[in-house]
C-alpha cells in the first residue's frame, strides 16, 4: 500500500471515521440517518448507497473542477448526484426489491442529502480526483458506521432480531421480557445519535463546545 | 374538505421534523435563535407553495406511467418516472434561484431577511422530501397538493421556531460539557417529538 496512501491521504479517509465523522461532528446527512435505522438491513444498504454515491460524485465533480463556471455549480453539482442516484435507485429496484420499498422516499432523498453538497463544495472543488475518491469514501463509511451502530441497538432492543433473524432467545420471552416499541419510533433514533454524541465528545475533549 | 384534511394531518401527524426527519440539517443548524428560525420557516412555506404545486403537474401530465397519454394513444404506454429525480430537483433548483430574484427585485426588505437562506433551500431534505412523498401519496387534484405543500412548510416551521425558543432559554442551564450544543438539542428534538405523537389520530371529521 505504502505508495498508494501517503500520509496525507491516509488522513483524509481516516479523519471521517472519528474526529470528523460527517454525522457526529460536521452534522451533514442526519435525515436519512435518523429514517432508516428501524433495522439493520436497509441502515446497511444506505450506507453502502451512500458511500458509493459520495465517492463517486467526488470523482466526477472533480474531474470536471477547472471546467464548472462558479455561478452555475450547485445546479451542476446537483445534476451529476441526480444522475448518480437515479442509477443506483433503479439497481436497486431491479435486485433488492423489498429493500428499497423499505428505503422509499429517502433513496431519492440522498441527492439533496448534505453529506454530498458538503463534501463537494468542501473538497471536491478544490483537490484531485484520487483524493476525492478517497474522501469520499472516507466520508460514507463514516456515515455508514453510524447508521449501522444505531440500526443494530434499534433492531435488538425493539424487535428482538437482526437482520430479521430472532436473537432473544423464546425463553426470556417466557419469562416476562418484552420488545421496547419505542425502540421503533423516531425519537429513540434521535436519542441514540446524541448518545453516540456524548460517548464521543467525552473522549475527544477538543471536539466540546464552549 | 379534503385539502384541509391534509393540511391539518401534515402539520401535526405526518411533520416533517418529527415524523420523518426532513430538513435535518438546516434544522440543527440554524435553530440558535428565533427571529433567523422564523426567517427561515417563512422561507420554506414560500418556497414548498410554489414547487410542489409545479412538480405535482408535472408529475401527472408528463412522468406518470400513461401520464402522457394526452398526446394520443401512442403515448399511452410511456413511464417516464425514472426521470422524476432530476426533474424535481431541477424544478426546485430553478424555482429557488426565481424566487430569490423576485422578491430581491420586489420586496428588498423580506430579501434582507430571507436573503442567506433562500439559496439554502435548494438543498434541503424538506423541499425534496415533499415532492418524493407527493408522488408516493398519489394526490387526487392540485387542491390536496397545494394543501399539503402548505401544511409541511407550515409544520416544519413550527417545528424549527420551537426548537429555537427552547434552545434560547436553554443557554442558561448547565448541560453535562460533552452534550452540550449539538448532542442536547438531539435529545431535545425527540422529546418534541414524543410530544407531537399525541396528535396521531387527529384530523377533521367527514
Known amino acids: 500500500m505504502g505508495k498508494l496512501l501517503s500520509e496525507k491521504t491516509k488522513k483524509v479517509f481516516l479523519g471521517p471515521l472519528n474526529k470528523n465523522n460527517p454525522i457526529t461532528v460536521q452534522v451533514l446527512g442526519i435525515c436519512s440517518a435518523l429514517a432508516v435505522t428501524a433495522e439493520l438491513k436497509p441502515a446497511l444498504v444506505m450506507g453502502i448507497s451512500v458511500t458509493i454515491i459520495v465517492a463517486f460524485s467526488n470523482v466526477i465533480i472533480s474531474l470536471l473542477r477547472n471546467t464548472i463556471p462558479n455561478s452555475i455549480r450547485i445546479i451542476v ?3 451529476v448526484v441526480a444522475a448518480l442516484v437515479t442509477v443506483v435507485s433503479e439497481i436497486l429496484k431491479a435486485f433488492a426489491y423489498d429493500v428499497s420499498v423499505q428505503l422509499s422516499v429517502y433513496i431519492g432523498l440522498i441527492i439533496t442529502n448534505c453529506i454530498l453538497m458538503g463534501r463537494l463544495e468542501a473538497f471536491a472543488m478544490a483537490n484531485k480526483p484520487w483524493a476525492s475518491f478517497i474522501d469520499g469514501l472516507g466520508n460514507g463509511f463514516g456515515y455508514a458506521w453510524i447508521l449501522v451502530v444505531i440500526a443494530f441497538f434499534r433492531e435488538l432492543f425493539g424487535s428482538g432480531s437482526l437482520f430479521g433473524f430472532p436473537i432473544i432467545p423464546e425463553k426470556l420471552y417466557e419469562w416476562g421480557y418484552i420488545n421496547n416499541g419505542l425502540m421503533i419510533l423516531p425519537p429513540m433514533a434521535l436519542i441514540l445519535v446524541a448518545c453516540i454524541i456524548w460517548i464521543q465528545r467525552s473522549r475527544n475533549k477538543e471536539l466540546q463546545e464552549k | 374538505m379534503e385539502a384541509l384534511n391534509i393540511f391539518v394531518k401534515s402539520i401535526f401527524v405526518d411533520n416533517m421534523i418529527f415524523a420523518y426527519f426532513l430538513g435535518m440539517c438546516s434544522y440543527l443548524a440554524v435553530s440558535k435563535n428565533v427571529k433567523t428560525s ?3 420557516g417563512i422561507a420554506v412555506i414560500f418556497v414548498l407553495f410554489i414547487t410542489l404545486p409545479v412538480n405535482y403537474l408535472l408529475e401527472t401530465y408528463i412522468l406518470k406511467e400513461g401520464a402522457l397519454a394526452w398526446l394520443g394513444p401512442k403515448f399511452a404506454t410511456v413511464d417516464l418516472s425514472y426521470l422524476s429525480f432530476i426533474i424535481f430537483i431541477a ?3 430553478a424555482i429557488t434561484q426565481l424566487v430569490e430574484m423576485i422578491v430581491e427585485k420586489f420586496t428588498p426588505a423580506l430579501y434582507n431577511s430571507l436573503g442567506i437562506f433562500l439559496p439554502l433551500i435548494a438543498v434541503n431534505c424538506a423541499i425534496m ?9 398519489d394526490f387526487a387534484h ?6 399539503y405543500a402548505l401544511g409541511s412548510g407550515v409544520g416544519w416551521a413550527l417545528a ?5 425558543a427552547i434552545r434560547e432559554k436553554m443557554e442558561y442551564s448547565n448541560v453535562p460539557t460533552p452534550l452540550r450544543g449539538l448532542g442536547i438539542a438531539f435529545i431535545t428534538v425527540a422529546l418534541m417529538g414524543m410530544a407531537f405523537m399525541c396528535f396521531s389520530g387527529l384530523g377533521i371529521p367527514e
Open chain 2, 91 to 93: 424544478v426546485i433548483a
Open chain 2, 129 to 137: 422530501g415533499a415532492s418524493l412523498f407527493m408522488q408516493q401519496r
Open chain 1, 77 to 79: 453539482q446537483l445534476v
Open chain 2, 142 to 147: 392540485l387542491g390536496e397538493a397545494t394543501g
Open chain 2, 38 to 40: 422564523l426567517g427561515l
Open chain 2, 160 to 164: 424549527i421556531v420551537g426548537l429555537a
